[in-house]
């Protein structure tokens, strides 16, 4: 580190730039020299007469200027030369300080397991503040990255095959499960590629099994601002602005559950029906964020006809991983530099209320790791939260009651309390249902479609001007 220091200095003032190396920060990737500009001094000369009358010349300052920040940034392939780097990113000025950052990579790229992030004391404040709290990675420095998922509200992700977009993923939504029962949140997974959520099909977080298939994505959307037009009723009845002063005036143990989607390649939907994609994720970016739903979408190609402009300007949060030219870099960040990462992880991170972009190394978590993860969330299901025993009906004898007469698809226990909530109430909803019998979303949604069959609800709502 001192070696380079050393040759970085010497390097900027052979093109007569003054500067000089205060520190470095060691990063898993890349190691941070903060460079500190120098000043211009410009002198004249002074002819003055000694006592034996010889004429002395002495140079006198006539004005110090700082040497201009764009004198550094000019410099960045002649710096990456000198220091026999593959390419460098120089930062000016470093926010909160008046330096320059030079990131040069180190020799070997490190890896930042997710565990490390998560008790960092960063986090653990985080997550005392919100629900959805977000562990990204380590900056420039070594520092944890945390996130509030609440406030971003939503994240674009673009990166080339093989920088980590999937890794990245797969992290946030291991690290919403880890902080969440699944009656506090509810996730749902689209992966046109068939293969990078499959290991999530069993956690009993989702809302719906892991969607592979695009005509099944686009009605996914469709559900999703379907049920966002719910909970705003909801909000309305209740009178109450979002969904955490909702939850607040619910009794304990009956929340409204967070929704959050993830979406890996966003460029396979756009390419099977870009108008109603466009259109439900513009829409549920706008106004899905007080009612708790919030969207991660992810793509590696992020071209104009795929991140178009109103997507773009709906997804305030923007994630970039190594890509392959400075053009999509500007399409997803407004500004270059995602074209000089290094891959494996090296990402830009650029939150809603900063000007920069800001380099981590994202966490990283094997596939051993995800599968611990899922099954210990589906033995806690099992073990904490049974299926309830099947309620006595007068209506039918104990021996029909157990008479299966289809072995696959067995009479829901919960059917007939659910009849009695639809004779109740004049509306019913999934989401009504689930905060009623403490189900997840899926099964309420079973619940619905046997009642339509039924008739039930649509009963109700025939007899109601009668009455």
């Not at 903060?34 to 410009?42: A, N, S």
């Not at 002074?46 to 002395?56: A, I, L, T, Y």
């Not at 109450?240 to 009794?251: K, L, M, P, T």
């Not at 559950?257 to 966003?266: C, Q």
């Amino acid at each position: 580190m001192d070696r380079r220091a050393e040759t970085l200095q010497k390097a900027l003032a052979e093109y007569g730039v003054e500067a000089r190396v205060v520190a470095w920060n060691v990063g898993p990737t890349v190691t941070q020299y903060e460079v500190e500009p120098g000043f211009d001094v410009k002198y004249k000369e002074v002819k003055e007469k000694d006592s034996d009358g010889n004429m002395r010349i002495s140079r006198q300052e006539v004005s110090r200027t700082r040497v201009k920040v764009d004198r550094i940034t000019a410099l960045g392939n002649d710096l990456a030369l000198a220091l026999a780097a593959p390419s460098i990113r120089i930062e000016a000025p470093v926010p909160g300080k008046s330096i320059v950052g030079i990131e040069v990579p180190n020799s070997s790229l490190g890896v930042v397991p997710l565990r490390t992030v998560l008790e960092s004391n960063n986090f653990q404040r985080m997550r005392g503040r919100t629900r959805l709290a977000l562990a990204l990675g380590k900056g420039a420095g070594g520092e944890p990255e945390v996130a509030d998922l609440t406030r971003m509200p939503h994240i674009l992700i673009a990166g080339a095959t093989g920088s980590g977009k999937s890794v990245c993923i797969n992290s946030l939504i291991c690290c919403l499960a880890l902080h969440n029962t699944p009656e506090e949140l509810k996730m749902v997974l689209i992966d046109p590629k068939r293969v990078e959520f499959t290991s999530f099909n069993t956690l009993p977080h989702l809302a719906m099994r892991v969607i592979v298939d695009r005509e099944k994505a686009v009605e996914a959307l469709r559900w999703l601002a379907k049920e966002m037009d719910e909970r705003y009723k909801t909000l309305a009845n209740a009178g109450v602005r979002n969904i955490e002063d909702y939850n607040r005036s619910q009794r304990p143990g009956w929340p409204l559950p967070y929704i959050v989607l993830f979406v890996d390649e966003l460029a396979d939907l756009m390419t099977t029906a870009f108008e109603e994609t466009e259109k439900n994720l513009c829409r549920l970016a706008q106004l899905a964020r007080a009612t708790g739903i919030h969207l991660v979408v992810a793509t590696q190609r992020p071209s104009v006809d795929v991140i178009t402009g109103l997507i773009k300007a709906n997804f305030p949060t923007r994630i970039s991983f190594a890509l392959s030219s400075q053009m999509d870099s500007r399409t997803i960040l407004d500004t270059g530099g995602a074209e000089k990462l290094l891959g494996r992880g090296d990402m830009l991170y650029l939150p809603t209320d900063a000007a920069r972009p800001k380099r981590l190394q994202g966490c990283f978590l094997s596939d051993s790791e995800i599968e611990r993860l899922v099954s210990f969330w589906r033995r806690q299901r099992t073990l904490v939260h049974p299926a309830p025993p099947p309620a006595p009906s007068t209506e039918q004898p104990v021996e029909t009651q157990t008479e299966h007469r289809a072995p696959e698809t067995p009479a829901d226990p919960l059917l007939e309390a659910s009849r009695r909530l639809a004779r109740e109430h004049q509306h019913i909803s999934a989401s009504f249902l689930q905060r009623r019998l403490q189900v997840g979303y899926s099964r309420a949604v079973k619940l619905i479609e046997l009642l339509e069959e039924e008739d039930t609800i649509a009963g109700e709502k025939q007899t109601e001007p009668e009455e």
